[in-house]
C-alpha cells in the first residue's frame, strides 16, 4: 500500500501511466467499447465506471498543455441528445486540471485514435458513448 494513491489504480495501471510520455494518449472505454481489439496495453478495471478512474487518473497525470483539445469524446452524432456523463467529465476535469479544451470525435475516428494509443483501460461503466481519450503533458517540478 502507498499513501496518497487512489485506490481504484491498479499497480499495472500506475506503471503504465509512469511508462507514458508527453503526448501519449491513454483511452478509458465503457463497458461496450472494443478495448481488446483495440489495445496495444489492455488494462482492465471491471467492476469500475469511467468516472471515478478518470478522476483517479487525473489526480496523477497532467493534461497536455500544448495542444488546444487534450480531451476527445467519442461523438453519439446527435447534438439534441449528449449523453448526461460528458458533464460529469467536464467537471473531474475542471476539479483536477482547470479548464481544458474537449473535442469531440466521430466514432470511427475514435476507434482509429484509440488504435494509437499508448493504453486502453476497459472499464464496467454502463453509459453508452462514454469512452474517453486524454493527452498526457508534462509533469513540472517547481
Given at each position: 500500500?502507498?499513501?496518497?494513491?487512489?485506490?481504484?489504480?491498479?499497480?499495472?495501471?500506475?506503471?503504465?501511466?509512469?511508462?507514458?510520455?508527453?503526448?501519449?494518449?491513454?483511452?478509458?472505454?465503457?463497458?461496450?467499447?472494443?478495448?481488446?481489439?483495440?489495445?496495444?496495453?489492455?488494462?482492465?478495471?471491471?467492476?469500475?465506471?469511467?468516472?471515478?478512474?478518470?478522476?483517479?487518473?487525473?489526480?496523477?497525470?497532467?493534461?497536455d498543455?500544448?495542444?488546444?483539445?487534450?480531451?476527445?469524446?467519442?461523438?453519439?452524432?446527435?447534438?439534441?441528445?449528449?449523453p448526461?456523463?460528458?458533464?460529469?467529465?467536464?467537471?473531474?476535469?475542471?476539479?483536477?486540471?482547470?479548464?481544458?479544451?474537449?473535442?469531440?470525435v466521430?466514432?470511427?475516428?475514435?476507434?482509429?485514435?484509440?488504435?494509437?494509443?499508448?493504453?486502453?483501460?476497459?472499464?464496467?461503466e454502463?453509459?453508452i458513448?462514454?469512452?474517453?481519450?486524454?493527452?498526457?503533458?508534462?509533469?513540472?517540478?517547481?
Amino acid at each position: 500500500m502507498l499513501k496518497n494513491i487512489p485506490s481504484v489504480l491498479s499497480p499495472e495501471l500506475l506503471k503504465t501511466l509512469m511508462e507514458m510520455g508527453h503526448g501519449d494518449y491513454l483511452v478509458i472505454g465503457d463497458g461496450n467499447f472494443p478495448a481488446a481489439t483495440n489495445a496495444k496495453r489492455l488494462i482492465r478495471c471491471d467492476g469500475h465506471g469511467v468516472p471515478e478512474i478518470l478522476d483517479a487518473i487525473l489526480k496523477l497525470m497532467p493534461l497536455d498543455t500544448y495542444v488546444e483539445n487534450p480531451v476527445g469524446l467519442m461523438d453519439n452524432g446527435d447534438p439534441e441528445n449528449r449523453p448526461e456523463i460528458w458533464a460529469v467529465y467536464k467537471d473531474i476535469i475542471e476539479k483536477n486540471e482547470g479548464e481544458k479544451g474537449i473535442e469531440l470525435v466521430e466514432r470511427f475516428d475514435f476507434y482509429d485514435k484509440a488504435k494509437g494509443a499508448f493504453a486502453i483501460i476497459a472499464t464496467g461503466e454502463t453509459a453508452i458513448y462514454a469512452n474517453i481519450i486524454l493527452q498526457k503533458g508534462v509533469v513540472i517540478n517547481d
